[in-house]
């Protein structure tokens, strides 16, 4: 039987890894996946995997807080969600609502700034009010922010935004011409917010499942088989090691030194 899992510092994390400080993650986004198929494989009700799930959370924003991660984007529920069962779909948003009010000190004491993305008509008013309450009182922190994707959808975001556009189009208070990938992404959900820099996705399943489709054009993409609920802190490191291997090119080259002339 395996040990428990070792504990690094943030400190002794980069200098075992040989990390620079300029190739960490400014915006990291993770796709959730596997806690329904993570508690089925040890006999349990799905719902007790969405439950562990939240532990995960919370061990992975503070992870964020010690390695100084500036934005952490969590994909919780998305549009297609909807059509889960009902039980399952009210647990999830019973379990939205419980964790905005228990974690809200959290929030609080660690200076997270909370912010969500997604449709907020077919939410709950109640999970509504804990939402904009969470929001309202951390709107002045200064730490790293926390992001949940709640009843969001990549193609929605997108056609939301196509349709404010053209609002501010046929009112005449934009130019047509002046239409640019800058002033898309000002009407998107995640306005004012950086790309991804690297997209993390837990249960195995190699597609982006509608998630920040906009965002994500240059993102690194990190895949583990591992379900979100045994997801450890190691597995984030190893996520960050990789992307800090990766040459980030945008479509150019990186020239070698025989490349350069002098």
């Given at each position: ?23 960490k993650p ?23 995997g969405h ?153 195995g399943e ?57």
């Amino acid at each position: 039987m395996a040990g428990p899992e070792k504990k690094l510092s943030v400190t002794e994390f980069y200098s075992m890894k040989g990390i620079p400080g300029n190739k960490k993650p400014s915006h990291v986004a993770i796709i959730m996946d596997g806690n329904g198929r993570w508690a089925q494989e040890r006999g349990l009700p799905r719902i007790e995997g969405h439950r562990r799930g939240v532990d995960t959370v919370r061990m992975i924003c503070e992870t964020s807080i010690e390695l100084g991660i500036d934005t952490l984007t969590l994909y919780c529920l998305s549009s297609e969600n909807w059509n889960r069962p009902d039980s399952e779909l009210s647990f999830l948003l019973s379990l939205l609502e419980n964790y905005l009010i228990e974690e809200r000190p959290y929030i609080i004491k660690n200076e997270i700034r909370f912010r969500s993305i997604g449709r907020r008509d077919r939410l709950p008013t109640q999970v509504l009010r804990e939402l904009d309450k969470t929001v309202e009182l951390s709107a002045c922190n200064s730490g790293t922010k926390l992001v949940l994707a709640i009843d969001y959808g990549g193609r929605n975001d997108l056609v939301r935004a196509f349709q404010k556009l053209l609002s501010e189009v046929v009112t005449g208070k934009m130019p047509a011409e002046d239409v640019s990938e800058s002033v898309i992404s000002q009407f998107l959900d995640t306005a004012g917010m950086a790309d991804p820099d690297l997209l993390i996705r837990t249960g195995g399943e190699m597609r982006v499942s509608n998630f920040l489709l906009w965002q994500i054009s240059y993102s690194e993409i990190w895949v583990t088989t591992k379900r979100w609920p045994e997801f450890t802190k190691n597995d984030f490191f190893d996520a960050m090691t990789e992307y800090a291997l990766r040459q980030r090119r945008f479509g150019g080259i990186v020239a070698k030194n025989s490349d350069i002339c002098h």
